[in-house]
Every structure is written in C-alpha cells, then in structure tokens.
C-alpha cells in the first residue's frame, strides 16, 4: 500500500462526481489565508485557529497525533483541546473567555489563546506471563494564557483529528441497524452497554444520532466539516455562523472578515461530497494463518462486541456508490464507558465523562505508512495499538484483561490481525 492509501476515491464515480471530488480534495488540502486577500475565495482564515487547512490536521486525510517537533523545530499539528466549563444544567458550556476550544495560532495583530502543555507519568503493568509493559498518561494544560488565568473549573478534553476516509458509509448505515444493537441496560447481561448519543442536527434544527466525533457528538459528515473549518480554521459558512472570538477578545472581534460566508454553500459542498467519497484502504493478508488466528482471538478476548465486524449500509442513500454495500468498520458507532483511565470527566451531549465512541479500526494498520507515526486513541496517548488494547477500561476492562492473559505468541497473533486492517 502506498502513502496515498487514504486518499483515494470510492471507485464507480459519475464523470460528474469525480470533478465534485477532485475539487473538494482541493479545497480540503489548500490553505486559507488572512483577509483581505486577492485569493478571496479562500480568505478569512481566524483570527484564532489551530490550522490553515484540513489536512494540517488530517494529513493525507489520515490520523493526527499530539504535538512533535519537525526537523525545522516547529510543532507538527494534529491535536487541539476542547474547553468548558459547568452550566446550570451541569452540560458544558464555552469558557467565557477561551471559548469552546484553545486556538493556539492567530493572524497578525491578534493575540494567540496560548499553548498545550503535556506532562505525562509512567504507568507500569505486565502481562500474565510476567513481560512488562509501560504506559503514558498524558496531562493537559493551557501555557501562555493570552487573556488572564483559566477558569478554575475548566474543562479540558484532548482531541487528536481522526481519519477521514470511510465516514460517508457510516453515515449511510441505518439508524435502525445501529440501534438494534444498542443495550444501554445491558439486558443480556455481557457488561456490554453500548448507547447512542443523540445531538442537534443543524441542518435541520432537530435532534438526531450522533455519529462521528470522538463521543458522537456529531450527527453527519457535513455537521462535522461546518463545524471544523469554524473552529479550527475559522472559517464560517451558513451551517455554522461565527468567529471564534469571545467578547474578552477585543482585538479578534475587530480584525477584517473574509466575507459572510467566507466558505460558500457550494464550496462547503464540494467539500463534504469528498470526505463522504473517500474509499477505505483494502485489508491486506487476510488468508495469511497468522492475521486469522488474530481474527479469530480478537473475538474470543471480546473486542468485537463493540468493534462489531460487519453492517450493511442502506439501499437508498443519495450518492449510489455508498448504497447496498457490505462494510466492515469494526465499529457499532455506539457510545461505551471506557472507566476512569480514559476518561476527560467533560461530558458532550448525551455523553458522560467516561464514555467514547467505538472507534472505527479499519485502515488502522496503515497508519505508520500513511502518517508517519503509531499514535492511536482520543488524545494520541497510545504509541502503539498494543498500548490501546491496554488503555481499554470499563466496559472493556473484560476484553482488556483477556488480552493481557494472552501468551506472547497469541498476541503478536491479534497486533498482526489490526495490522492487517
């Protein structure tokens, strides 16, 4: 497989598509830049942000990771932090200062917010036949506060940027089929509850299942690329409406816009048509003894009662190539306690503090080739799929714990399955 592994179109494209999909690719990988501007079709960027472009996030529309230093010295994006602080319902709600989320970049003239500072603590475990493992638990914090101190009760949730290839056939499986497999009462008794988070749609202004994000706190793929390019690049359209300036931030409020919208309805379009066209990567091996052998344990130790295996997305949706089709996403898109080792204690939506999204696997064992590291979970805590399978707490501590009892042979067997991916 080639580093271009994730960027490549479903096949059967219309000729028609195909120019939709190569013009949002272009929009997807260019760079915004300040207004005013001569390129004023992509001007507007900020005045906050954390990227001039999608794929500074999503590079090669793949997996972000926390901050590392470049050869040039200079910190390679991928991870942002969301901030809140208690309503009076007891949901989050923006700081009122920082806003929603730390945008550590700004043009010129225009303050930062600050920076992400991680400090992380070395957690030493061992396997059942005594070889020991190290984990990293990372901390968050805000260096640099441009505005005054943080909140004292602010929350932080750490988000690296997940692939992007794939999610129009998840957003085509059927709501029915997700919830069908939904046990929030865990009625049969597996310590499996999965449920769904339900979020507001701004497209149509109503309720409806989340579906992307970390937590599922995000109903369609167009709700999530609206939403990215406001609050991480700064860019808004007629879906989200906005600078991401609070009220403390006098100097963003009064810097120039790139017009209103700066990013168009058809533009936007364009955009969302590609990432739902993305084709997910191809397994590889899959008669190879060894990855069967992993499928097969992967199974027996429990991590496909959440990675569910196989679904079908449904007859009838709008782009054909994404329609009738057998898919295998080892995700239920369903939300699950995964205990207090993972969790961000911030709740989103329906979300509690301990609960994440079942993370899709495929085209994870591509991730070395395709973005150049192995940082894997909601924050890039993990810096090997191993190190995932023994973050895994809560509704999964089962399936964890099956791994770790595991002989050494038998896991190489189940890290060779995920490669395969």
């Not at 271009?4 to 272009?26: I, K």
């Not at 069908?180 to 009462?185: E, G, H, K």
């Not at 990013?263 to 990567?281: C, E, G, I, M, S």
């Not at 909601?378 to 399936?399: F, K, P, T, V, Y």
Request: glycine share 12%; hydrophobic share 35%.
């Amino acid at each position: 497989m080639s580093t271009d592994a994730f960027a490549r179109s479903a096949p059967e494209l219309t000729a028609e598509e195909r120019r939709s999909f190569a013009v949002g690719n272009n929009f997807f990988n260019d760079n915004w830049v300040t207004a005013p501007a001569s390129t004023d079709g992509r001007d507007g960027l900020g005045p906050v942000f954390n990227a001039q472009s999608c794929s500074s996030c999503h590079f090669k529309d793949g997996r972000g990771q926390p901050p590392v230093l470049d050869t040039n010295g200079k910190a390679e994006l991928g991870l942002l932090l969301r901030l809140s602080v208690p309503g009076p319902d007891g949901k989050p709600m923006p700081d009122p200062v920082y806003g929603g989320q730390l945008q550590d970049k700004s043009i010129n003239g225009v303050p930062a917010e600050g920076t992400i500072l991680i400090a992380t603590e070395e957690l030493r475990g061992a396997f059942a036949d005594g070889t020991v493992y190290v984990l990293l638990k990372p901390s968050y914090s805000i260096g640099d506060p441009a505005y005054g101190p943080p909140s004292g009760d602010l929350m932080i949730s750490p988000r690296v940027a997940p692939p992007v290839f794939g999610v129009g056939l998840l957003e085509a499986i059927p709501e029915a089929t997700i919830l069908a497999v939904a046990d929030p009462d865990d009625r049969n008794g597996d310590g499996i509850s999965g449920r769904p988070n339900y979020v507001l749609d701004p497209r149509v202004g109503e309720r409806a299942l989340g579906r992307f994000g970390w937590k599922s706190n995000v109903a369609t793929v167009e709700a999530q690329v609206a939403g990215a390019f406001r609050g991480d690049i700064g860019i808004g359209s007629t879906l989200v409406t906005g600078e991401e300036c609070t009220r403390t931030q006098t100097a963003c409020q009064a810097a120039p816009s790139g017009g209103s919208p700066e990013l168009d309805d058809q533009k936007l379009a364009r955009v969302v048509f590609y990432n739902r066209t993305l084709a997910v990567p191809a397994r590889r091996n899959v008669a190879d003894p060894l990855n069967r052998s992993g499928e097969e344990l992967f199974t027996t130790t429990g991590c496909a009662a959440c990675h569910s295996t196989e679904v079908q997305t449904a007859a009838n949706s709008p782009i054909s190539v994404l329609a009738g089709q057998v898919i295998r996403p080892y995700t239920d898109l369903l939300l699950h306690d995964m205990g207090e080792g993972l969790a961000d204690n911030r709740p989103d939506a329906e979300a509690t503090g301990t609960e994440w999204r079942t993370a899709p696997l495929w085209g994870i064992g591509l991730t070395r080739t395709v973005n150049r590291h192995t940082r894997f979970l909601h924050d890039g805590r993990a810096r090997s799929l191993e190190e995932a399978i023994l973050w895994h707490g809560g509704e999964a501590a089962g399936a964890q714990q099956g791994y770790i009892r595991l002989s050494a042979d038998d896991r190489r067997k189940v890290l060779a399955f995920l490669e395969s991916l």
